[in-house]
């Protein structure tokens, strides 16, 4: 078992780190403040190839593996969870699954342009009243002709609003269940009767833009079906399996920042005559930090390994996120706690951090489901 | 065309560190490339660019297989492909002076047969700023030594490096060289781009060519250094702060006539 990186792997985590140092750090903390998307961020993601890193070159992709993908997405969230999440959704859940269950001419159409970065992509599953059960959902989309019809409401969507296409799961046969669902891609920007109804204000992550969306008879041509009638739900499954797998990625890096903005300023600010950092109480509380940071990037990176392999990673990937959400936000509460009273300021990145941390236990399945998933894996 | 940068892999000292024997104790040492030369391939990747014939750009190296990932994201950036110059000999010299260096490269320019060959400025670490001058010297090429700024069209169209070169009090001269060159860069000639990640994952499969003494014709005797290295320590720094008294009228009254004393915008 090898537990170094790839030189490869780790000229693109330097080069990434240098990238979000210079130009996402310093600005990480304003586009909280101005609940501002920054798309001159993601501009730059695109001309330095990072929008793409799992999608195969042929579509304009960086043909990456999610090892690789996991470390750009850590590095993100080490200076920004709101610049990471936009990116996780638009890579994981946007892209991925075109790639994975479109057809060469959806892929060409819809797939390149993510891949290349010409705009983000945002997925719509979660709705008003189904999140955790989420395929109880009440959008439905019939056949009139040789056209889908469209309606309903969905919930908390991520990048919706600067979304150059929208995955949205929809009802197609009622009667059944987890069969009855299908996937469609939604063009925001051209098709009549798709509206973003409210950009939510949030606890945190407010670069990242959440939105409701309402559609009202939308059609949509044969072609905008993703894969076949009725997959909708195993493809959410399969999307979800390397979703989370960023997510738990983004939660290490948002462990990382924080834990690193407490180690540096422990070892500056002294009380009592010495560094705190002398003090058992906040030694102990930075080895810990560093514990769980690590702890996280493993099962994170055994995911993404197994990943790449081709195995399963149904239980990997629930843990994963499990442990590295859990982690973000117990290590960035801590880091709080060891800047005292500056902790608390927006002046400060660990508030921060700890806001974003949160949002990695509810997102892409709670703490609770992952628990329910995991649970079911071992057989319990 | 075919431009030649010299880089090199420097170490850069963490802010706690220990002395071992000559140098500072490897533990503290992390490595990365020379911040003039990160300059000096942006310019060469520049005018490769600018040009509507072939320009290839061939970076050389001297240092030990460590630094290949150093020299790799050079080629991340747009460098065609690289030179290291290493071996035995090499890595048993005690000491790579100014001289030595300029013999190894005199070689690979022989080999390389170049139009024009940038280097950065001076090296972060061992900081002589002499390779570049040094070299064109012994190969015989015109130099232009600081250059801040250059006229990609001049070298590219009429075979001729028109540099500005900062000179002190902020004057600024021009200066045209003709070509074959040698120019020493400037940091702040340019903005370094970042490596693209495809660029980076394109760099893995180009050549990073090894060469040996015995590769460039050399023998031990070309590592053969004049000058030793004697000592290297830590000075005792002198504090020498001054506390101003007063409210903030007599403490900034104070303040300057302390720096017009020390000569800071005089006149
Ligand atoms: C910032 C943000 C971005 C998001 N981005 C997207 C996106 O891009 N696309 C998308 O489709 N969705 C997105 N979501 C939605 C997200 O996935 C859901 O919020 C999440 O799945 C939880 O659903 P819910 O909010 O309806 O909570 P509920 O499902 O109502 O859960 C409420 C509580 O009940 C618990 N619970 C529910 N069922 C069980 C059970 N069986 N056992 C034990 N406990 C249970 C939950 O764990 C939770 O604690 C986003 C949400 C946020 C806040």
Same mark, same amino acid.
């Not at chain 1, 009622?174 to 098709?191: A, H, K, L, Q």
């Not at chain 2, 670490?125 to 570049?132: E, H, K, L, R, S």
């Given at each position: 078992?090898?537990?170094?990186?790839?030189?490869?792997?780790?000229?693109?985590?330097?080069?990434?780190?240098?990238?979000?140092?210079?130009?996402?750090?310093?600005?990480?903390?304003?586009?909280?403040?101005?609940?501002?998307?920054? +798309?001159?961020?993601?501009?730059?993601?695109?001309?330095?190839?990072?929008?793409?890193?799992?999608?195969?070159?042929?579509?304009?992709?960086?043909? *990456?593996?999610?090892?690789?993908?996991?470390?750009?997405?850590? +590095?993100?969230?080490?200076?920004? *969870?709101?610049?990471?999440?936009?990116?996780?959704?638009?890579?994981?859940?946007?892209?991925?699954?075109?790639?994975?269950? *479109?057809?060469?001419?959806? #892929?060409?159409?819809?797939?390149?342009?993510?891949?290349?970065?010409?705009?983000?992509?945002?997925?719509?599953?979660? +709705?008003?009243?189904?999140?955790?059960?989420?395929?109880?959902?009440?959008?439905?989309?019939?056949?009139?002709?040789?056209?889908?019809?469209?309606?309903?409401?969905?919930?908390?969507?991520?990048?919706?609003?600067?979304?150059?296409?929208?995955? !949205?799961?929809? !009802?197609?046969?009622?009667?059944?269940?987890?069969?009855?669902?299908?996937?469609?891609?939604?063009?925001?920007?051209?098709?009549?009767?798709?509206?973003?109804?409210?950009?939510?204000?949030?606890?945190?992550?407010?670069?990242?833009?959440?939105?409701?969306?309402?559609?009202?008879?939308?059609? @949509?041509?044969?072609?905008?079906?993703?894969?076949?009638?009725?997959?909708?739900?195993?493809?959410?499954? #399969?999307?979800?399996?390397?979703?989370?797998?960023?997510?738990?990625?983004?939660?290490?890096?948002?462990?990382?920042?924080?834990?690193?903005?407490?180690?540096?300023?422990?070892?500056?600010?002294?009380?009592?005559?010495?560094?705190?950092?002398?003090?058992?109480?906040?030694?102990?509380?930075? !080895?810990?930090?560093?514990?769980?940071?690590?702890?996280?990037? @493993?099962?994170?990176? #055994?995911?993404?390994?197994?990943?790449?392999?081709?195995?399963?990673?149904?239980?990997?990937?629930?843990?994963?996120?499990?442990?590295?959400?859990?982690?973000?936000?117990?290590?960035?509460?801590?880091?709080?706690?060891?800047? *005292?009273?500056?902790?608390?300021?927006?002046?400060?990145?660990?508030?921060?951090?700890?806001?974003?941390?949160?949002?990695? +236990?509810?997102?892409?399945?709670?703490?609770?489901?992952?628990?329910?998933?995991?649970?079911?894996?071992?057989?319990? | 065309?075919? /431009?030649?940068?010299?880089?090199?892999?420097?170490?850069?000292?963490?802010?706690?560190?220990?002395?071992?024997?000559?140098?500072?104790?490897? =533990?503290?040492?992390?490595?990365?490339?020379?911040?003039?030369?990160?300059?000096?391939?942006?310019?060469?990747?520049?005018?490769?660019?600018?040009?509507?014939?072939?320009?290839?750009?061939?970076?050389?190296?001297?240092?030990?297989?460590?630094?290949?990932?150093?020299?790799?994201?050079?080629?991340?950036?747009? /460098?065609?492909?690289?030179?290291?110059?290493?071996?035995?000999?090499?890595?048993?010299?005690?000491?790579?002076?100014?001289?030595?260096?300029?013999?190894?490269?005199?070689?690979?320019?022989?080999?390389?047969?170049?139009?024009?060959?940038?280097?950065? /400025?001076?090296?972060?670490?061992?900081?002589?700023?002499?390779?570049?001058?040094?070299?064109?010297?012994?190969?015989?090429?015109?130099?232009?030594?600081?250059?801040?700024?250059?006229?990609?069209?001049?070298?590219?169209?009429?075979?001729?490096? =028109?540099?500005?070169?900062?000179?002190?009090?902020?004057?600024?001269?021009?200066?045209?060289?003709?070509?074959?060159?040698?120019?020493?860069?400037?940091?702040?000639?340019?903005?370094?781009?970042?490596?693209?990640?495809?660029?980076?994952?394109?760099?893995?499969?180009?050549?990073?060519?090894?060469?040996?003494?015995?590769?460039?014709?050399?023998?031990?005797?070309?590592?053969?250094?004049?000058?030793?290295?004697?000592?290297?320590?830590?000075?005792?720094?002198?504090?020498?702060?001054?506390?101003?008294?007063?409210?903030?009228?007599?403490?900034?009254?104070?303040?300057?006539?302390?720096?017009?004393?020390?000569?800071?915008?005089?006149?």
């Amino acid at each position: 078992m090898d537990f170094e990186l790839p030189s490869e792997h780790r000229m693109i985590r330097d080069t990434v780190r240098e990238f979000c140092e210079e130009e996402i750090s310093p600005i990480a903390q304003e586009i909280e403040d101005e609940h501002r998307f920054p +798309e001159e961020v993601f501009d730059e993601l695109a001309d330095l190839d990072m929008l793409g890193v799992p999608i195969s070159e042929e579509y304009g992709g960086l043909g *990456g593996d999610q090892l690789m993908y996991a470390l750009v997405t850590e +590095e993100l969230g080490r200076v920004s *969870g709101g610049i990471g999440l936009s990116y996780a959704a638009h890579v994981s859940l946007a892209s991925k699954p075109i790639e994975l269950f *479109g057809t060469d001419e959806q #892929k060409e159409r819809w797939l390149r342009p993510l891949a290349e970065g010409d705009y983000l992509g945002a997925w719509a599953l979660t +709705e008003p009243g189904s999140g955790s059960d989420a395929s109880d959902m009440d959008t439905v989309a019939e056949k009139d002709g040789d056209e889908w019809v469209l309606n309903g409401t969905k919930q908390f969507i991520t990048n919706a609003n600067v979304a150059g296409s929208v995955l !949205v799961k929809a !009802v197609t046969d009622p009667g059944e269940g987890y069969d009855g669902i299908s996937t469609f891609i939604v063009d925001p920007r051209n098709d009549d009767g798709f509206e973003v109804t409210s950009v939510w204000d949030k606890m945190g992550l407010n670069s990242s833009p959440t939105c409701e969306l309402a559609f009202d008879d939308v059609r @949509l041509p044969e072609d905008r079906l993703l894969g076949e009638e009725g997959e909708g739900w195993t493809q959410t499954m #399969k999307t979800l399996d390397g979703g989370r797998i960023s997510i738990a990625a983004l939660s290490t890096g948002l462990a990382q920042g924080a834990y690193e903005a407490a180690k540096t300023y422990a070892a500056d600010r002294e009380q009592f005559g010495k560094p705190i950092s002398k003090f058992d109480a906040i030694r102990d509380k930075l !080895v810990d930090m560093h514990r769980k940071t690590e702890r996280a990037r @493993l099962l994170t990176h #055994k995911a993404a390994t197994r990943y790449d392999n081709g195995q399963s990673v149904t239980q990997e990937s629930a843990l994963a996120k499990l442990d590295a959400s859990e982690a973000a936000r117990k290590v960035a509460e801590d880091a709080v706690q060891v800047l *005292g009273g500056y902790g608390y300021t927006e002046d400060f990145a660990p508030q921060r951090f700890y806001r974003d941390a949160k949002l990695m +236990e509810i997102g892409e399945g709670t703490s609770e489901i992952q628990h329910l998933v995991i649970g079911r894996q071992l057989g319990l | 065309m075919k /431009v030649l940068v010299t880089v090199k892999e420097v170490a850069e000292v963490e802010d706690d560190f220990e002395i071992a024997d000559l140098d500072v104790d490897p =533990r503290y040492l992390e490595y990365d490339l020379n911040e003039w030369d990160e300059y000096a391939v942006e310019s060469a990747v520049q005018l490769a660019e600018a040009a509507d014939e072939e320009v290839e750009v061939v970076s050389v190296t001297i240092g030990p297989e460590r630094s290949e990932e150093t020299i790799r994201m050079a080629l991340a950036k747009g /460098v065609d492909r690289a030179v290291r110059v290493w071996d035995d000999d090499i890595e048993a010299a005690e000491f790579l002076d100014v001289a030595s260096k300029v013999r190894l490269l005199e070689a690979v320019v022989a080999e390389e047969d170049p139009d024009i060959v940038l280097s950065g /400025v001076q090296a972060h670490d061992t900081g002589f700023g002499a390779t570049g001058v040094a070299l064109a010297d012994a190969i015989g090429f015109e130099w232009g030594a600081v250059v801040n700024a250059l006229d990609i069209e001049g070298v590219l169209n009429d075979g001729v490096a =028109r540099v500005h070169r900062e000179l002190e009090g902020g004057i600024e001269e021009l200066t045209e060289i003709d070509l074959p060159a040698v120019l020493t860069i400037q940091t702040g000639i340019n903005e370094p781009r970042y490596a693209s990640l495809r660029g980076i994952r394109q760099a893995q499969s180009k050549e990073i060519a090894p060469k040996t003494l015995s590769d460039l014709g050399l023998d031990f005797s070309a590592v053969e250094s004049e000058l030793f290295l004697t000592d290297m320590y830590e000075p005792e720094t002198e504090s020498d702060a001054t506390y101003f008294e007063g409210d903030a009228g007599e403490q900034a009254a104070a303040l300057a006539s302390a720096l017009r004393e020390k000569g800071v915008g005089a006149e």
